[in-house]
């Protein structure tokens, strides 16, 4: 499997002249944000898509912009590489290296620079985890909207990246719906400004370009993001169904009445077993699918908009309803949903895909998902965003079996190309990186990938930045 997606080949005059360039990278860096020792270097050798593995040349962990711009610089000057990297949880290979690679890593830029509650605004360095600004900013009444389920770990820097989402983005929108701002050092170490605390920046919007685009124009150092006031009272609601097909079709007819939830989180049978073994959330066992619908506002609204939900479940044939009646209860069942990968993790090695289709499709899509794993003689776990369409298959597979983790590899390319063929795309939050990389052929035309990688090239002419990333291999412009 490790074969089975290729990088570049390493450029040799940059490889030959490591010792040079680890002692000028001393140079620039106070010795603690350098990491050169083949030993060291392993931690960095893949993210949270460990199929695939490159020990890079060296790490450097700087603690300003001003040391990022140095090292752009330098870098770019003499044609070296370099992979940024936030906390490593990508699931598409975002962060892995390569053997000719410095890896830049933005994890000592962890401070909150600024709360704004006047204008709802919080600016922070791209290192500070997603899952903090809320913390910090919870006692004024506010929260930052998109909540991955590595919240607790992933960096606002690789959100951006990725343009990350989660279980609220329903309602609230993902990374680039609450991102006003940026500053950001470019491939050859110029520092420049995108957006700000005002609602909408002049010129082009550059911030739209820079958000989702996997670190290949640049390194966001720092973000303004926007902050929403903590509603009233927020309530999850588990609804059980006997079949996948039911629950997607009440997903697709909850959004298609008007009614927008804060979160519609949906498991099949396997999820929901092992979620509740891990997290004791109260899931209920006896049924096929479980959505987890939640509302929010004061008590009235609340009780108005369950009422809709539920008789609209009801024309689903919805067998199990069952309200949290406490914030200790709403707190697991949310523990366990946001646990899932990690508790799927316990029971076997696993592939996370991640791929959006049109809400009417759901129940097509689940029922195709299932018969393409069972052809592969492979299990699947399925944890999604519902409520916008962005599928989660979680593929079991042996890891220590080649010929079964190719196998899931395939599935998982099949499962891609069916939502893309239903009218979605590859990718919901989780962005291309290698894993789908050879894929954006069956997305895109020619004329497509030709005008991005255009874009790409304006910002980075020798494709220095994440460079075996996003783009097939095949048929990208000369550096």
């Known amino acids: 499997m490790s074969d089975a997606i290729k990088f570049l080949e390493p450029r040799q005059a940059v490889v030959s002249r490591r010792a040079t360039i680890i002692a000028d990278l001393a140079d620039i860096l106070p010795p603690e944000c350098l990491v050169h020792e083949p030993r060291e270097l392993v931690p960095f050798e893949t993210d949270a898509f460990v199929s695939y593995r490159r020990l890079p040349l060296a790490v450097v962990l700087p603690k300003t912009t001003e040391q990022v711009a140095a090292v752009m610089e330098y870098c770019h000057r003499y044609g070296i590489p370099v992979v940024p990297r936030g906390a490593g949880t990508s699931l598409s290979g975002g962060a892995i290296p390569q053997e000719d690679a410095v890896v830049l890593g933005l994890s000592k830029m962890s401070r909150i620079l600024e709360v704004d509650p006047g204008n709802r605004t919080a600016t922070v360095q791209a290192g500070v985890t997603n899952l903090s600004i ?27 990246g990725m343009n990350s989402g989660g279980a609220h983005c329903l309602k609230y929108g993902v990374t680039t719906n609450n ?39 640049g390194i966001v150092t720092e973000a303004t993001v926007r902050l929403i006031a903590k509603p009233e009272g927020a309530r999850p609601v588990l609804f059980g169904f006997d079949t996948s097909e039911q629950a997607g079709a009440c997903v697709a007819d909850i959004i298609g009445s008007g009614i927008i ?33 939640e509302v929010e506002g004061s008590e009235a609204e609340m009780e108005a908009m369950l009422k809709s939900i539920v008789e609209i479940a009801g024309r689903h044939h919805v067998k199990t309803v069952r309200e949290s009646q406490s914030a200790t209860e709403a707190a697991l069942i949310w523990k366990g949903r946001k646990s899932a990968f990690g508790a799927t993790g316990r029971i076997a090695d696993y592939i996370c895909m991640d791929g959006t289709v049109p809400l009417g499709k759901l129940s097509y899509v689940l029922e195709k998902t299932s018969e393409i794993v ?34 899931a590899e395939e599935a998982g390319n099949e499962i891609l190309k069916l939502c893309v063929d239903a009218g979605g795309c590859l990718t919901g939050e989780h962005g291309v990186g290698i894993e789908k990389r050879d894929l954006m052929r069956h997305q895109y035309s020619d004329a497509d990938l030709n005008q991005q990688m255009a874009v790409r090239a304006a910002f980075d002419a020798g494709w220095l930045l994440n460079p075996s990333k996003v783009f097939p291999l095949e048929g990208r412009p000369a550096a």
Do not use: W
């Open 134 to 160: 809320s913390d910090a900013v919870s006692p004024q009444g506010f929260f930052y909207a998109p909540d991955p389920s590595s919240q607790l770990a992933c960096t606002i820097g690789g959100n951006i």
């Open 179 to 217: 991102l006003l701002g940026v500053k950001m050092v470019l491939v050859d170490g110029t520092v420049i400004e995108l957006g700000g605390k005002h609602l909408d920046a002049a010129g082009y919007d550059l911030l739209g370009i820079v958000c989702g685009s996997e670190g290949q124009l």
């Open 261 to 293: 939830p804060v979160a519609i989180e949906f498991m099949d049978k396997p999820a929901i077993e092992i979620c509740e073994a891990f997290a004791q959330a109260g899931y209920p066992l006896d049924v096929g699918a479980l959505l987890i619908v």
């Open 374 to 407: 069972a052809r592969f003689g492979l299990r699947v776990a399925n944890v999604f965003h519902a409520g916008d369409g962005n599928m989660h298959p979680l593929i079991l597979f042996n890891a220590n079996d080649p010929e079964d983790a190719a196998r």
